[in-house]
T-cell receptor, first 114, second 115 residues
């Protein structure tokens, strides 16, 4: 199993550009989520999904869109990048329905918005 | 709202010694789960240990153990026989049933191992 994969690993954008961060998992997990990590702030939840066709907002959703058309993929879209979105982004997945389950994280994407 | 606090931004320990990282949390839930994640320079988030709130026994995983004090809402991580590979950021996290599986993280503690 590859686990959780994310592409790209690094990205530089100009203000106003759009892009999609890709996330895929091969563990058949229902639950997938996106976090952003900023210095001194830990990881904060952006959006999450509990299955194909079902998504919901986390605590910092503004400026980001998600969709979930398959169990495996959960892309994160930035429609108009802003410097405040400079961060490291992590995708995570786990089975749904038991909070003791480990969430498996991808390797992260470092995004810089100039 | 649930919050997780790690009051030690940085810690250091001599190789082979023992170190304890602190974590406190705030919740009105009675059933929940607590986790410690390790983030080495590679950036990969790795689960170190987990604790179920309904279990009084403290979790242990090899050199890693926790001191879980439910009434005090405290969840500290003890690393014994520290090794150079333990150098990393350590995050405490909280999750509860009905919370949409959301992990609430603390701000992290950077652990340095002194050879």
């Amino acid at each position: 199993n590859a686990g959780v994969t994310q592409t790209p690993k690094f990205q530089v954008l100009k203000t106003g550009q759009s892009m999609t961060l890709q996330c895929a998992q091969d563990m058949n997990h229902e639950y997938m989520s996106w976090y952003r990590q900023d210095p001194g702030m830990g990881l904060r939840l952006i959006h999450y999904s509990v299955g194909a066709g079902i998504t919901d907002q986390g605590e910092v959703p503004n400026g980001y869109n998600v969709s979930r058309s398959t169990t495996e993929d959960f892309p994160l879209r930035l429609l108009s990048a802003a410097p405040s979105q400079t961060s490291v982004y992590f995708c995570a997945s786990s089975p749904w329905g038991d909070s003791r389950n480990e969430q498996f994280f991808g390797p992260g994407t470092r995004l810089t918005v100039l | 709202a649930q919050t997780v606090t790690q009051s030690q931004p940085e810690m250091s320990v001599q190789e082979a010694e023992t170190v304890t990282l602190s974590c406190t949390y705030d919740t009105s839930e009675s059933d929940y789960y607590l986790f410690w994640y390790k983030q080495p320079p590679s950036r990969q988030m790795i689960l170190v240990i987990r604790q179920e709130a309904y279990k009084q026994q403290n979790a242990t995983e090899n050199r890693f153990s926790v001191n879980f004090q439910k009434a005090a809402k405290s969840f500290s991580l003890k690393i014994s026989d520290s090794q150079l590979g333990d150098a990393a950021m350590y995050f405490c996290a909280y999750r509860y049933p009905g919370g949409n599986e959301k992990l609430t993280f603390g701000t992290g503690t950077r652990l340095t191992i002194i050879p």
